[in-house]
């Protein structure tokens, strides 16, 4: 499915679109594409007219509708990344070193 939209610069664009959802909460209506989601602004509405039209023609025009910033909430734990990681580091000493002393691995 394709987007004809206007980014934030309110430069002419075309995006590849898997997903398109409303947020009733933002009232925006949020395409995600392979390496960027864009969202626009629109009624209840006009975000199912949109979606429809996708459905049907695997092509949209949201030109008309405002670009909006839309701010996912991703839990980014990097605290929780370095402690797998040495969990992980931990993990592959004990096995070397038991493989060493039972003679499977020979380090020179």
Do not use: H, Q, W
Not at 23 to 38: A, F, S
Request: proline content about 1%; aromatic content about 10%; hydrophobic content about 35%.
């Amino acid at each position: 499915m394709k987007v004809l939209y206007k980014d934030e610069f309110e430069n002419l664009s075309v995006m590849e679109v898997s997903k398109a959802s409303y947020v009733e909460e933002d009232e925006v209506l949020v395409l995600n594409g392979p390496e960027d989601d864009i969202a626009v602004k629109a009624s209840k509405k006009e975000a199912e007219k949109v979606i429809r039209e996708l459905y049907e023609t695997d092509k949209a025009d949201v030109t008309a509708y405002e670009y909006c910033e839309i701010d996912m909430e991703f839990d980014d734990d990097d605290d929780d990344d370095d402690y797998d990681d040495d969990e992980f580091d931990a993990m592959l000493d004990r096995i070397l070193e038991d493989s060493e002393k039972n003679g499977v691995l020979r380090f020179k």
